[in-house]
């Protein structure tokens, strides 16, 4: 896996890039996760992120973790900050949040970024984001293209009946 670190992406252990240190070495940030979750109303729907960190170095952590999304226009949808609590040198814990407001949009850009403490047993640590893609099944839109689709279906089979030619006699 790989660290983002001011938009430089960087892979490995603990790697010094200009402009800032990756986690590799005190933490592991796993891949942000998403899940979508359709909602009844159509301007709802929500998106469940998480991931995983682990502590590898040999002091208590303490973090601020800053969730938002955003639509496929850059348009930021949601946000929530979660604060990660006295992690301790080699525990794990998974992250959470649930993001609202997807609506119809169907894709949305998810992002996680982690801020640690700057100094973590005497290594400078900068703030990581992830990235992620998340789907909400967007039924208002496809149930309308269904409703349109079958409407013309209909149009179609009527007016073929009733434009058939009718028998003519002649008498």
Request: aromatic share 10%; proline share 5%.
């Amino acid at each position: 896996g790989g660290t983002s670190d001011g938009g430089t992406t960087v892979s490995g252990g603990s790697t010094t890039v200009s402009g800032g240190t990756s986690v590799g070495g005190i933490l592991y940030m796993s891949g942000l996760e998403s899940q979508g979750v359709p909602a009844v109303n159509p301007a709802d729907g929500s998106v469940i992120l998480w991931f995983s960190l682990r502590n590898i170095s040999q002091s208590t952590i303490d973090a601020d973790v800053h969730f938002w999304m955003t639509n496929p226009l850059g348009w930021q949808l949601d946000a929530a900050d979660v604060r990660v609590s006295a992690l301790k040198p080699g525990a794990i814990q998974v992250v959470t949040t649930e993001l609202h407001g997807v609506g119809q949009w169907g894709f949305v850009n998810a992002h996680a970024t982690l801020t640690p403490p700057a100094s973590i047993d005497g290594i400078a640590v900068a703030p990581v984001t992830r990235d992620a893609v998340a789907y909400v099944f967007p039924w208002l839109g496809t149930t309308g293209a269904f409703a349109v689709l079958g409407s013309f279906a209909a149009w179609y089979v009527v007016r073929r009946i009733y434009a058939t030619p009718a028998a003519v006699s002649v008498a």
